[in-house]
């Protein structure tokens, strides 16, 4: 999927197609709060039977009350091709071998303290993260994750003005105050680059 089509549907252009993915995403989240996963993908892979044998069935039926030769009603998917390309596969791998790197350095670099300043920010990040970790469970996070990827562009289209304003005044603030730590405590001053 390219980002075009990402973007379109996380703003919601096509409402009928946004809506079965983050109905779709939510109600596959939050059957996993109740049950564990390998539940979860047989009862999909049941239902999804469940209907494609009725339906086959039904079609069948209809021929031969019809006397008519249509053939097999899934002919058309099951003569596609669905194998994956060795191109594709080597694209994505090469992807995520390069973000993967990317980001074992990054952490190499932050627990290494390379810059102090970079690994005070994570160390704080940690510490407030262990407190999101008692407070929520992963699943959670990812279902409250869903539901904002889904609201915040839109939301953010429709009063773009006033949310700016309030970030860049929010932003002015941490500036404010990163700047009064790093000049009082020695040894934090950002290098100049």
Known sequence: MDAKRVVELLYWRDVKTTGVVFGAALLLLLSLTVCSIVSVCSYIGLALLSVTICFRIYKGILQAIQKSDEG????????????????????????????????IGELRRLFLVEDLVDSIKFAVLMWILTYVGALFNGLTLLILGVIGVFSCPIVYEKHQAQIDHYLALVNNQIKDIVGKIQAKVPGMKRKME
């Open 72 to 103: 097999h009603p899934f002919k058309q998917y099951l003569d596609q091709e669905v194998a994956l390309s060795e191109d594709m596969v080597h694209k994505y791998s090469d992807m995520v071998l390069a973000k993967l790197n990317k980001t």
